[in-house]
């Protein structure tokens, strides 16, 4: 898992867990652009070739939607939304653990018009009141109500939706969630409420 652009546009990623272990990631590819005749607004490229338009200025509520257009250096076009929906903080069944939890978003992407894009967990991150980013994602505990970890292809019309769940720490809440895919010239932001 990756968040690519997220690492750049926020000069925090890497560094170690709350355990100790190297977080440090890697970048991957985002989702495939798809051909369209329409102007559209401006965007940034990234060396790979894929550019997204720019997403708000500010954080967005939780629920509110991004409209994006991604553009491949050949001029094939995607447009889609991304949204995070809802944010939930679980503790683990195991009274053991009693200091961790996991932190859950909600989460839908959907594939509006062009070709087909592929999405997956790992352009998705938390943003901790440090300013630390967390990418570290565990196995959803119910299968069926999770967001692919996998990547999936939509076609235009089509919705992927559904949670994905951050390892943390009972006294830390994340304060933003965040989606910036490569090609982004920056992540679009979600405020978490405290």
């Not at 200025?57 to 491949?72: F, I, N, Q, Y």
């Not at 679980?90 to 999405?119: F, M």
């Not at 943390?168 to 409420?193: C, F, Q, T, Y």
């Amino acid at each position: 898992m990756s968040v690519g652009l997220l690492c750049a546009a926020l000069a925090a990623c890497g560094g170690t867990a709350d355990d100790g272990s190297d977080t440090t990631q890697k970048p991957e590819p985002a989702a495939t652009p798809a051909p369209s005749k329409t102007d559209e607004p401006k965007t940034t490229e990234a060396a790979g070739g894929l550019a997204y338009t720019a997403p708000p200025d500010d954080p967005m509520a939780l629920g509110e939607t991004w409209k994006w257009t991604s553009t491949t250096r050949s001029g094939a076009k995607a447009t889609g939304t991304t949204a995070v929906l809802a944010y939930k903080q679980q503790l683990p069944p195991d009274p053991a653990s009693e200091n961790l939890r996991y932190d859950q978003v909600n989460v839908r992407i959907c594939s509006t018009a062009g070709t087909p894009i592929t999405v997956n967990q790992r352009f998705f991150a938390l943003i901790k009141p440090s300013g630390e980013v967390n990418t570290m994602k565990m196995v959803a505990p119910d299968p069926k109500t999770a967001f692919p970890s996998k990547d999936t292809i939509l076609k235009p019309g089509q919705c992927a939706a559904g949670s994905i769940d951050f390892f943390g720490v009972r006294s830390e809440r994340p304060v933003l969630a965040v989606w910036g895919p490569n090609g982004a010239p920056k992540p679009a932001m979600w405020v978490i409420s405290q």
